[in-house]
């Protein structure tokens, strides 16, 4: 571990207590919810080529950083950032200190068809 990563490990709850948010972790089975503070990467928008039709498609991601020993955070959860609704795509990256999730904005369309990512 370098000494940036041992500082930042070492100073983590004061970091998500200065630069953090509260945000709701709620579970791939829509019943289990969790309120944990975390940073929150601007949302930044992706183009992937959409086959079917030959065009792109834009999707609308953040990158969502908690501590580990909060909850274990999984693919399908769904993390809701004031109003906007989010779900992790992927295995989320976990070290000592932190987790980090990949997430994608849930589409109107989406919020009724649970496991629609995966």
Do not use: W
């Not at 509260?22 to 959409?50: L, R």
């Not at 200190?97 to 919020?111: L, W």
């Amino acid at each position: 571990m370098s000494t940036f990563d041992s500082d930042f490990a070492y100073a983590a709850t004061d970091l998500l207590a200065q630069f953090g948010r509260q945000v709701t972790v709620t579970d791939a089975d829509g019943e289990t919810t969790h309120e944990v503070t975390a940073i929150v990467e601007e949302e930044s928008t992706e183009e992937q080529p959409n086959d079917p039709t030959g065009g792109l498609l834009l999707r609308r991601v953040v990158s969502v950083k908690i501590l580990a020993s909060d909850i274990t955070l999984a693919t399908n959860m769904t993390i809701t950032v004031g109003s906007t609704e989010y779900s992790i795509e992927g295995e989320p990256a976990v070290d000592e200190t932190f987790q980090t999730a990949r997430c994608v904005r849930i589409g109107k369309s989406e919020i009724s068809k649970p496991g629609f990512r995966g």
